[in-house]
């Protein structure tokens, strides 16, 4: 496992945008998935967003599509999530994940969170109506 820390969450109101970071160690950023996950209260946690790092394929889920994107910045040795158009309904608990190494972006099509070996601590975000 590896130490992950995420930054940059918060209270918005709807329709206002967020922009969280996962700053990780310099490997994560070739040939790993490195995912968003989230878990509202007495929810179970639900994947986000899911990129192939080098590569940069990327997944989302349905409910965050042309709202959501999924970056890595090599500077920064981090993966953010820059979040549009928030909605209530995207308070939730947020969490970074990280895989070890995978031969392709087919290893990270979402599916088995067991893959993600690693997390962060999370980060809460709010948003209100």
């Known amino acids: 496992q590896v130490q992950l820390v995420e930054s940059g969450g918060g209270s918005v109101q709807a329709g206002g945008s967020l922009r969280l970071s996962c700053a990780g160690p310099?490997?994560?950023?070739?040939?790993?998935?490195m995912g968003w996950f989230r878990q509202a209260p007495g929810q179970e946690r639900e994947w986000v967003a899911i990129?192939?790092?080098?590569?940069?394929?990327?997944y989302y889920t349905d409910s965050v599509k042309g709202r959501f994107t999924i970056s890595q910045d090599n500077a920064k040795k981090a993966v953010s999530l820059q979040m549009n158009s928030l909605k209530p309904e995207d308070t939730a608990m947020y969490y970074c994940?990280?895989?070890?190494?995978?031969?392709?972006?087919?290893?990270?099509?979402?599916?088995?969170?067991?893959?993600?070996?690693?997390w962060g601590q999370g980060t809460q975000v709010t948003v209100s109506s």
């Open positions: 994940a990280a895989s070890s190494f995978v031969w392709g972006s087919n290893d990270c099509a979402p599916g088995d969170q067991n893959l993600f070996i690693s």
């Open positions: 310099e490997y994560t950023l070739r040939h790993t998935c």
């Open positions: 990129i192939y790092t080098g590569v940069r394929t990327t």
